[in-house]
Structure formats: structure tokens, C-alpha cells
């Protein structure tokens, strides 16, 4: 009987090997069209493998996927419709094949990857508790494919993205994190996406995508975010996500010329626009391109495009805050004012929305001196990497004219300009005025203040006197300040490495 059951193994086995690769194949080929941003073409090939393999969850799950993708890219009704529809159909689906084969790696990740697309889909919906549950199904399966395959490196992204959001529930949802049995870990996630990115086969683009993001993001690893987002900006050059990704790279490394052109590309050279929040945003970064470059007349086009093309309130509030300070600059305070008020209806959950709405309050009745423009435009010469500058324009401030809180803001520029000069003698000057005063700690620029004091002693090889300021700019800093974090990270990964 074993003989008999043996000899039709291996009758079986090249046909079903055969119409694995074929499957395989046609999923290859589909999210292949998918990053190319061919999407008509991608839901003919997972229309396809419906048809030739209707018994598999995998076609009905990608057009689910693609289907999110649109939701939450465009909020549109249809493509929330249709993702709906198919990700019943993918569960039923995956969830027979995984009780055919339970100790599967291939039938783990395709629920997984079913169970997460839910967990995404409930969050965008604000369905906190039914997000969590969902999440917590798809990290089991996720888990149990690399217990039963080791050397499967697919799941280590999923698992790794999972971890990284999770890192940054508020605390107050704390509660239901440890109710589903997660938990969140920032560098957990990071590490996690890394290996799926160096190890894995059908996951690489999507895995350079959210390690380019995260270099960029979480720990300030540019340099290393524009090998692998270049890389892939250059084999997906219609791809909108992968080009606005790339466009806030080059801002934050002050490479403003490169990042203007990229937005351009979204905005005037591609063709169709799929995403079209993607596409509203765009004209955001190029407004804050424009603003730091002072040109402040064409930021204010900028930025009141975005407005007009965003089909939600997020980052409204802090659009209409800068075409406020832009006015302001240009000496149109009752203009300004009317966007002070707009800057007052963001989106109060979103961190930047949220400022630009205590901004505006503080900004309304306030009259802006030349001194405040000096400082905004020599702020704004060192966001463009122009540090000289800068400093040339930052002297034209008289101190003795000025609030001390507005002096303290000027110096930290002044620090960091200098620190980016390379002429650390002059910031350490500026810093030893601050050693002893007790009141800048209730500015909002400590932080900053602590960071650079680390960041001085880290030159001068002052290890563990830099993890003391490092680990007070820690304690002290807004937890909404992700810019400021990821400088605080990428000073900590310094020292350790340099404590070795």
C-alpha cells in the first residue's frame, strides 16, 4: 500500500509542481504590472488566475490589495466596494486551503496576508478593535510559516511592518495592544524588514520601498535610503508612491533642485494620476520646497493646490499656516490672518495639524518684525543646506531687540549651522551660554538644544557624557516631533557603535 501510495506521488507531483510555477508565474507577472502602476493590466492577470485556479484564494486576494490600495489612496466607494466583495471571497478561500494544509508556509502567509490586508483596512476605518484582532491572526500565521520553513524569508516584511506601526499607537490605545497580545517595536520592525529585503524573492520591491521609507523616516539613515529608493525609483519610474517617497529623501537631505523635479514628474508627467491624494500631496512638498527656498509667492500656489486637490482635511491645517507666514513675509497680514483662522480646521489628530492650529492662535494678533523674518528666512537658507548663508543672514539680528525665547531659537540654528560647517569651536561657544540656565527648558526648542549639546560631545569623543544628553533630549522631546526623533536615533546607533 505504501509502494502504491509512493508511485502515485510521483505521477502526481510534475503536474502539480507544473501548475504551481504557472500560478506563481501569473502572480509574478501581476504585481510586477501593480508596481508599474499598470493596474488594468494587473486585474486582468488576477482575473486570469481566478479563472484557471478558482479554487486559490491568491487572485481574489490581490485585487482586494489593489482595491485597498485605491481606497485609501482616493476614498472612493467603488474601489471600497470592490475590495469588500473580493477579501471575503480570498478568506473562505485561504482559509480551506489552509485547513488542507495547516503546516504550510505558503498556506500561513496567504491567510496572513489576508488577515493584514483586514487589519489595514479597519484601521483606515478608525475599527480600532477589530484592526487589532485582525492584526493579531495575520502576526500567528506569519510566525507559524517561519516556524515550519525557516530558510522563508516572505513573512519577515508583513511581520516587520506590523511591529513598526505598532510602535506608534498612542498610549492611550496601549490597552488593546496587550488585550490582542502584541506589541509593538519599533527597531524590531526595522530589523525585520531588512532581512526580508536582503533575503527575500517575491517581496524585494515592496520590502526597498518600506526600508527606504523607514531609513528616511525612523533613524535618519539617508544615505542608505537613496541607494535602495534610487534603485527602484529608476525600475518603476511611473510608480507615484515610489516617487514621493523619494521626493521627501531629497528633502530631508536639503537636495531641494532634485526634489522639485521629482514632484514635478508626478504632477506634470505622468499621465494619469492613480493616486490622486498622492498627487495633492505632491503639490504639498513642492509648496514646502518653495517655502524654503523663500520663494514664498509661488509657495502660496503650491500649497493652495494641495487644498484644492485633497479629498481630506489631513495636513490642511498646516498648508494654510504656511500660506499664512508666507503672506507675512510678504507684509499682507490681512491676508495672512484669514488663513490663520483656515489653519484652525485640519485634521486635529495629525500632529502637524495640530500645531499649525496653536501656531495660528499664537500668530493672529502678533505683529512680525524684520527680525522675524530674518529669522524665518535664515531658518529656511538652512533647511536648503545653505549653513553660511544662513549665518550671514541670522546676524542681521539684533538681541537686545528681541525675546530671549526667539534669541534661543536663532542660537540653535546658529549650532547646527556651524555644526554642519565642521566649525565645532563656534557652536560650542553658543552652547556654553545655555549650561546654566534653567529656563530654556520650557522652550520648545530644548529638545533640539539637548540633541545638539549630544551631538557636540559625540565630535569630541564624549561618549557617555553624549548618551547623558542624548538620553535627556529623549525624556524631553514631543512625542509628535518625528524629525527630531529620528535624529536622536541616529545619534544613538552612533554612539553604540562607537562604544564597541
Known sequence: MRFLFLIIILLLSPTALYTQLKLDSLVSVGNEQSFQFQFKQANKTFETIISNYPESSLGYYFISRNSLWFYMANKDSVSKKRYLENIVIAKTKGELEYDNLPENEITNINLGNIFFLESIYNSTEQNSMDAFWATKSAVNYFEDAIE??????EPYLPLGTIKYALGFVPGFLGWAISLAGLEGKKNEGLNNIRIAYQNCYNCKTEAAYHLGKLYTEYNAMYDSAEVILSKIVEEYPNNELFLYQYAILKIDKKELKQAKEILNRILFEIKENKFKQTYALSFFLKGEVL????????????YEQFILNSSTPDYTGIANLKIALSYEMLNEKLKAQRHYILARNGNPNIAEDSFADSESKKYYDYKFSNYDKYFIRGKN???CGKYSEALKVLQNIDSSNISFELQFKVNIVE????QKLGKFQKSLMLIRKYEDNSIIS???GYAKFLYLNAYQKFNENKYSSSREKLDLAF???DENNNKLNRLLINLSLKIAKSIK
Open 442 to 444: 520650557e522652550f520648545s
Open 381 to 383: 537658507l538652512f533647511e
Open 415 to 418: 549650532i547646527e549651522s556651524y
Open 291 to 302: 517655502f524654503r527656498q523663500n520663494e514664498f509667492h509661488q509657495a502660496i500656489i503650491e
Open 148 to 153: 515550519y520553513n525557516p530558510n522563508f524569508f
Open 475 to 477: 525624556e524631553n522631546i
